[in-house]
């Protein structure tokens, strides 16, 4: 019975990635329809058909609808789609590591050392590297956040999973009042934007912006993946981890510069997006068990519509207006906090 039970998740696994798929394809053509000019879903597949093979569709929509659909709303849906499988597959593998559910890019401060390297661009020094300034920066930040939450860790002696956190948050804090006074010495004419920013936002998507995400999410999430028979043996211990041959702190170490590395370059683009790496890979192990094999790839799938579902919200629900991403995710985030520790506690 055991055994049966232990193998429903593994045959459940490509019905879910299956469902997952075409959900990810309607909530993108969600994505794209919705918004203060409406567009119908059929004339959103035929503008997106017509651009990758010209000619191939009738043309029946004005051109402002092919701006919108092509230029405007698509690049945004995608950048959506690698920042939630970004986050997801870092909280993912950070809960791994650190045996802890709790762990999140937010919560270790990694996102708070990521916005305080692109504030520093941003307002300082400026985009003296070209666009890529502000992704370097930004995981510059990002990796310096992650090496002090383990120094401080260690200071405390506070090496257990739960203490980690708390490390974290501590260092979020602190990371995040030094961001606020580059704000405040920096150019007040930047504030609105850079605030605007630091609540998550995608609306500043445009194609030439995705190539550095994709690339890093494609790299990254690849070596995550490929080592998730280690990630397993993390979960179990450090002890029984050791003893199958596994360099347990350097791995660790290893996971969280690549964490602080897809954290900063997510944030350089979309801003501080919360909660979406702590919520996630929560919800996936429900649904495809507790192997990181799965779970990986379950987490990008579903971190993905995730996002994408949020950032629909966020230009819906105050339209015209685009409430900042980040404010939704924080609310719904926040819940599924309080209702995980609920739930730890009993």
């Known amino acids: 019975m055991s055994e049966r039970a232990a193998g429903q998740p593994k045959s459940r696994f490509p019905y879910v990635i299956g469902a997952g798929g075409l959900l990810l394809l309607f909530s993108i053509s969600v994505a794209i329809s919705v918004g203060a000019v409406s567009v119908p879903l059929h004339t959103v597949w035929s503008i997106l058909i017509n651009q990758v093979a010209p000619g191939t569709m009738e043309q029946d929509w004005s051109k402002g609808r092919e ?199 997510m944030v350089a683009f979309s801003g501080m997006i919360g909660f979406v790496g702590l919520m996630v890979p929560h919800i996936v192990r429900l649904l495809v068990g507790g192997d990181y094999c799965r779970v990986i790839p379950a987490s990008a799938l579903f971190g993905a519509i995730y996002l994408l579902w949020s950032d629909i919200f966020a230009r819906t629900i105050m339209a015209p207006e685009d409430m900042p991403i980040g404010i939704v995710t924080g609310l719904i985030g926040g819940m599924f906090f309080v209702w995980l520790l609920r739930r730890r506690a009993r």
């Not at 995608?78 to 593998?93: K, M, N, Y």
């Not at 501590?170 to 920096?186: P, T, W």
């Open 67 to 265: 701006a919108i659909v092509w230029d405007i709303r698509f690049p945004r849906a995608l950048l959506a789609c690698l920042v939630g499988a970004g986050l997801a597959v870092v909280g993912g593998s950070l809960q791994a590591v650190t045996r802890n559910p709790l762990a999140d890019p937010h919560l270790l401060g990694i996102s708070s050392g990521a916005a305080f390297g692109a504030i520093l661009a941003l307002m300082h020094t400026g985009m003296f590297l070209g666009l890529i300034t502000v992704p370097l920066f930004a995981f510059g930040g990002a990796l310096a956040a992650t090496l002090l939450v383990l120094a401080v860790s260690q200071f405390a002696s506070a090496t257990s999973a739960d203490r980690l956190i708390l490390a974290g948050v501590a260092v979020s804090f602190i990371v995040m009042s030094l961001a606020n006074v580059l704000i405040f010495l920096g150019d007040p004419r930047a504030t609105h934007t850079v605030v605007f920013w630091m609540l998550g936002g995608l609306g500043l998507a445009q194609w030439c912006h995705l190539a550095f995400p994709f690339a890093v999410l494609v790299l990254c999430g690849a070596y995550i993946w490929a080592n998730a028979g280690k990630l397993n043996a993390m979960t179990v211990g450090d002890e029984t981890a050791a003893t199958l041959g596994i360099p347990v702190a350097r791995f660790r170490l290893i996971i969280f510069v690549v964490g602080a590395l897809v954290t900063g370059v």
